[in-house]
């Protein structure tokens, strides 16, 4: 399960009361120095700058660059940077535009299907990624995906729950259902009941529902 936000910044805080600053000999310095990297790995966004910063760090440290003893502070810095960021909202972005990658990846592989005519696997790829989406558009709106046990909650009581706390308009609603109908044809074998052009109309559908309500 991913943490939220509130978890990560209380671990942050945590790791921070834990690596004393003023650490001098080599097993404090060394200690505190992997708990601020690793923590810096754990939750900075992929491809962020804080990702990319540690890489950087890292490397230099590796190499000599910068030596452990000066190393600990600079490294400090960053996770109260990362925290603050996180404490600021201002990472949330970062989250929406990686979702937004990945989704694309896989609407494009959809595409590439449908135009070797395998409208079929393309139906179910598309309705797939929607699906994931819609749950995704549930955490960010602070609906609960899974039931009571524990069980995932279909997508069509998903699709009815972000409309009604107005997570996007009745409009996109109806649209969601009817992509979501298609979906569970292809994946139960009724081929017949949809043709190409409405997968191809479905994929753009997804695309631009996805472009206007960012998860």
């Not at 004393?20 to 097993?27: E, G, I, L, R």
């Not at 298609?182 to 009724?190: E, I, S």
């Amino acid at each position: 399960m991913a943490l939220d936000q509130k978890a990560i910044i209380n671990q942050i805080d945590d790791i921070l009361a834990k690596c004393d600053p003023n650490a001098s000999d080599a097993t404090s310095m060394s200690k505190a120095l992997s708990m601020l990297l690793a923590a810096i790995r754990r939750f900075a966004p992929p491809r962020s700058v804080y990702a990319d910063n540690v890489q950087a760090f890292e490397t230099h440290l590796t190499s000599g660059v910068i030596a452990m003893s000066l190393a600990l502070e600079p490294a400090r810095g960053m996770l109260q940077a990362l925290r603050s960021d996180y404490k600021s909202g201002y990472l949330q972005s970062v989250v929406e535009l990686i979702h937004a990658d990945i989704f694309a990846d896989f609407l494009d592989m959809a595409n590439y299907l449908l135009e070797q005519h395998y409208k079929d696997p393309a139906a179910v790829v598309v309705g797939t990624v929607l699906e994931e989406h819609l749950r995704k558009l549930c955490e960010k709106q602070g609906i609960d995906a899974v039931k009571a046990d524990g069980s995932p909650k279909k997508s069509d009581a998903l699709n009815s729950e972000l409309a009604a706390a107005g997570g996007y308009s009745k409009l996109d609603q109806k649209s969601v259902t009817a992509w979501l109908d298609l979906r569970n044809k292809a994946a139960h074998g009724k081929y017949s009941e949809y043709t190409s052009e409405q997968v191809a109309v479905m994929l753009q559908g997804v695309r631009d529902f996805a472009s206007r309500n960012p998860a």
